[in-house]
């Protein structure tokens, strides 16, 4: 690993992301897969002068899985946490309970050495989150988002009055969290009423970069199985083996905002994350503010799309426009 190059990083998060006080509790929560970042997250909190707390897990099997009892009881204990981990923490009850608790916690997931060498994580947070300021303001007064695609595919997504979220990065106030690089507003559409056309040509979560694109319908909320091409093929596949039919529900209209995220060539966090890209989440929708429960979360990232809220039109060809 490139010392010099994650350090940066790291303090980015310490420093820029978290605003880290020197005397806060630090928790630092990896597992066996990504030990190796363990170290340089430890000395960036140890260069605010905080004092950090290393917890380190088995794997978990998949995103929204808990933690063992004690990483949860730690998490809830300290003033800020980072996770650097496999699969993501966001959607546990472990994380949730912690931030209402005021944990200000980075909840980073697929994490490797390339995500802390590459510089994905080093942006200008403060930018990203006046930008996500202004992107939540207009979801906050929609009544219905149209995503056009690509090809001709058009969903309507209704989400007057849903919770609107917004993920800059920024874990200042109490009770804040992110997960950079997947940097993101989001909001959690009326259940059961999404409908239309989606052109897939980003990449899935589970999955990966789309090699094949193709076109999925959505009918009632709902994706129509079977998926097509193979790409989507796998995907189904994948969160299929949850056994559980609410994986398949939209839970999610996210947007993108890290401009040094990379769509289709990095993890699943810089996918959803890329600045532009638009994404479909579902499954486990209690982060936002959906009625939908399920055994795990997945998305589905669109390049290149055209956002209209009623009449405004916020993104053109995956260029942000506000």
Request: hydrophobic share 45%.
């Amino acid at each position: 690993m490139d010392q010099a190059r994650a350090m940066r990083s790291a303090l980015a998060l310490t420093n820029r992301a978290l605003r880290l006080r020197p005397g806060e509790e630090i928790a630092v929560v990896v597992d066996d897969n990504t030990r190796p970042l363990a170290g340089v997250v430890v000395d960036a909190v140890r260069e605010a002068r905080a004092d950090p707390v290393l917890l380190v897990m088995r794997p978990r099997s998949k995103a929204a899985e808990e933690p063992p009892r004690a990483v949860a009881a730690a998490l809830a204990s300290v003033d800020a946490a980072i996770m650097p981990v496999t699969f993501s923490m966001t959607h546990t009850r472990a994380r949730t309970e912690a931030s209402a608790r005021g944990v200000r916690i980075l909840s980073l997931n697929q994490s490797s050495e390339d995500t802390f060498e590459s510089g994905v994580l080093d942006v200008d947070y403060d930018e990203i989150a006046r930008r996500a300021g202004r992107l939540a303001a207009r979801l906050s007064g929609s009544k219905v988002a149209r995503l056009e695609s690509g090809r001709g595919a058009v969903m309507l997504i209704p989400i007057e009055g849903r919770k609107v979220s917004s993920n800059p990065g920024l874990c200042v106030e109490a009770g804040t969290f992110a997960s950079p690089p997947c940097l993101e507003v989001n909001v959690g559409p009326h259940e059961d009423h999404a409908d239309g056309e989606v052109w897939v040509n980003g990449a899935l979560v589970p999955g990966g970069a789309v090699t094949e694109p193709f076109l999925a319908t959505f009918r009632a909320g709902t994706i129509q199985r079977p998926v097509p091409g193979a790409d989507g093929a796998r995907w189904q596949a994948a969160v299929e083996r949850h056994g559980d039919p609410n994986v398949f529900r939209v839970v999610e209209l996210g947007i993108g905002l890290n401009p040094r995220a990379r769509l289709g060539r990095g993890n699943n966090a810089e996918n959803e994350g890329a600045a532009g890209a638009v994404h479909l989440g579902l499954g486990e929708g209690r982060t936002f503010g959906s009625t939908i429960r399920a055994t795990t979360h997945s998305d589905i990232v669109i390049a290149g799309a055209s956002l209209w809220l009623d009449d405004e039109c916020v993104i053109r060809d995956g260029r942000i426009l506000i």
